[in-house]
């Protein structure tokens, strides 16, 4: 009789000890999401995105940039034609495109210096029409790319090519 209750206050403990560790698992995980979520702070909409007008159409103004990346030697990953997607599903949208571009001579080294600016690389500028019609072009900011990954300013004008793209396609 004893030995089935020695066997019993045996697991007993042993079940205890596993409680304890899960519970005190528990309060880590919790501390560190709440820690986390002490970290996150709001993000203003729009935050280091810059926009600039295009005196032109959309079909224009990506043409343009697609000829001035070519003459700079800079590759041109994709155009995607959101606008023209949403047609083939039925659906109604201004024309928006996005090109994504760059050089991994130039993107290499702001990777290096940071991995997750992969996530904003390669570039991207966007061309969409507003509901009045207005053409714009939008692009993250250098500052904020800078900011955002603590890129040495050396590195900058890896990315700084962006801005300068966007006014002359747009002029």
């Not at 007993?12 to 528990?26: E, K, M, R, W, Y």
């Not at 966007?126 to 019609?133: C, I, N, P, S």
Request: hydrophobic share 45%.
């Amino acid at each position: 009789m004893m030995s089935g209750y020695s066997g019993l206050l045996s697991m007993g403990i042993v079940l205890a000890g596993f409680l304890t560790v899960l519970g005190v698992l528990g309060r880590t995980h919790r501390s560190s999401a709440a820690a986390a979520s002490d970290k996150l702070k709001p993000v203003e909409k729009h935050a280091g995105i810059i926009d600039k007008p295009s005196n032109h159409t959309v079909d224009e103004t990506v043409s343009r940039l697609k000829d001035m990346l070519k003459a700079k030697g800079v590759t041109l990953f994709a155009l995607v034609d959101h606008s023209g997607e949403a047609e083939k599903v039925g659906m109604k949208m201004r024309p928006t495109k996005l090109l994504i571009f760059g050089s991994p001579k130039a993107g290499t080294p702001l990777m290096l210096a940071d991995p997750h600016a992969a996530l904003d690389l390669p570039l991207k500028i966007l061309v969409w029409e507003d509901d009045e019609g207005k053409v714009w072009l939008s692009y993250n900011s250098t500052e904020f790319l800078k900011e955002r990954y603590g890129l040495p300013q050396d590195l900058v004008k890896n990315v700084a090519v962006v801005e300068t793209l966007a006014v002359k396609a747009g002029e």
